[in-house]
């Protein structure tokens, strides 16, 4: 079931929760979260692949508030992370760093030392460089560090290409041509620093289609079994994320296709799998609440000007992303075209274009849908707009997860030289 849906009355509402009494009691704009369909969906999704033994690990990139991971966490859920700042999230969220899988092509010496400190579960390394920089710092610290290998299987993943990861010529994992991966691979196993965790993919995000996954799933099994037949310990196939919702409709996500797909796959086969989605769990179970603060009509164009902005929502500036707008009263038949657009001083600032609206006027409340991954996290303070707070209603309750950031807390982080 969708967790956002309309009352009798017409109105949008949360798990009941009319959405204009929760604006009521916020500033806006607002991230609101369904705590029921955040739950639904991690357990739809740990259903879908229960015939395999896997581990989820929530990519909490996708939505990294506090009360959304801890409830995740609640729910059995580990954490993928990509950086030391994400590691002291998921750590203060209540997630066992033994739950915890580090990503990402770029980690500095410093955070590989706080999540060996830390005992992480698994870091994924990307290269040779960083195999050779985690062994000196395992060493110079005394441990013996958990190492998995990103490979990179050449997999066009038929996305948007700035969310596309698993091409060669990306900066992503380590080749499997020429046998880079398998040959870094040994270099790993002889190390005394490292324990060799395994082999992890990731291709790319919002994939809606089963057959790039499938390809790259069963390269990485042929490496796996290939290594194994050498005689390596290759305990975990790490399979990523990027499974992809429907922006269209906003509705829960259907996991059936996938968990089959890894279910033909590797259910034969005895490795301990991990698996990284984000945006499936979290992106239909929030919305932007947002205000009109003018109609202006153009020349040609009617412009719903609306005070949530690129700043808030980046998705629609940076990638063309589609989500779709809707008033959350009920409201009388579409009157045309218009831009919803954000008051920030650019003309690539907005929500949504050419979308069919009805008439609106100041103060009418929208909600953007689909909003709940790759939303807040991205936010930032441009134009010195703080960007919208987040709440999560949760059995009935609405729980203030971040207030809206204040100019004043941004002011005072900063300093100005004596001249
Ligand atoms: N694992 C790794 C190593 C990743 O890089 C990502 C996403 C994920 C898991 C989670 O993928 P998901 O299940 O969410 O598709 N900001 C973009 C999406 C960037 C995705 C980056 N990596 C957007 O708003 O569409």
């Known amino acids: ?87 002291s999230r998921a750590l203060a969220a209540g997630i066992s760093a033994s739950d915890i899988v580090f990503s990402g092509v770029g980690k500095s010496k410093a955070e590989i030392e706080q999540a060996l400190a830390a005992n992480i579960g698994q870091i994924n390394a990307e290269s040779p460089a960083e195999v ?62 490292i324990t060799p965790s395994g082999l992890a993919v990731h291709i790319g995000s919002q994939l809606r289609d089963m057959a790039p996954f499938e390809t790259a799933y069963t390269a990485l099994l042929d490496l796996g079994m290939a290594l194994r037949a050498d005689g390596l310990e290759v305990p975990v196939l790490d399979l990523g994320g990027g ?95 218009a831009d919803i657009v954000g008051p920030v001083c650019e003309t690539g600032d907005y929500i949504g274009r050419g979308r069919m609206m009805p008439a609106l006027a100041s103060d009418d409340l929208l909600a953007v849908l689909s909003a709940g991954a790759y939303g807040a996290v991205m936010a930032s303070a441009y134009n010195t707009r703080p960007p919208a707070g987040e709440v999560l209603v949760l059995d009935g309750a609405i729980h203030e997860l971040r207030a809206k950031r204040t100019v004043e807390s941004y002011l005072a982080e900063e300093s100005i030289p004596e001249f």
């Open 1 to 87: 079931m969708c967790a956002f849906n309309r009352l009798d009355s017409g109105e949008l509402a949360v798990d009941g929760l009319p959405l204009s009494q929760i604006a009521a009691a916020y500033d806006s704009p607002l991230y609101v979260y369904s705590g029921a369909g955040i739950r639904d969906a991690y357990r739809d999704f740990a259903a879908a692949i229960a015939p395999v033994n896997g581990k989820v690990h929530f990519a909490m990139k996708a939505n990294s508030a506090l009360g959304v991971l801890a409830l995740l966490a609640h729910e059995g859920a580990g954490a993928d992370i990509v950086s030391g700042g994400e590691l």
């Open 132 to 193: 050779a920089m985690i062994s000196a710092v395992a060493k110079s610290m005394g441990v013996v560090a958990p190492v998995a290998l990103r490979v990179n299987v050449d997999v066009n993943a038929k996305t948007h290409a700035k969310i596309s990861t698993g091409q060669r010529d990306t900066k992503f994992g380590i080749s499997t041509d020429q046998n880079e991966a398998a040959d870094l691979y040994r270099v790993m196993a002889a190390d005394p620093h």
């Open 243 to 337: 499974v992809g919702v429907d922006y269209d409709h906003a509705t829960p996500t259907d996991f059936t296709a996938y968990g089959e797909m890894v279910t033909r796959i590797f259910n034969k086969s005895d490795f301990k799998f991990g698996f990284e989605p984000g945006r499936a769990i979290v992106a239909n179970n929030g919305v932007l609440l947002t205000k009109v603060i003018f109609i202006k009509d153009g020349d040609n164009k009617r412009f719903v000007i609306v005070d949530a902005a690129m700043n808030d929502l980046l998705r629609p500036t940076l990638y063309e992303a589609h989500h779709s707008i809707v008033p959350v009263l009920p409201a009388g038949s579409d009157i045309g075209l």
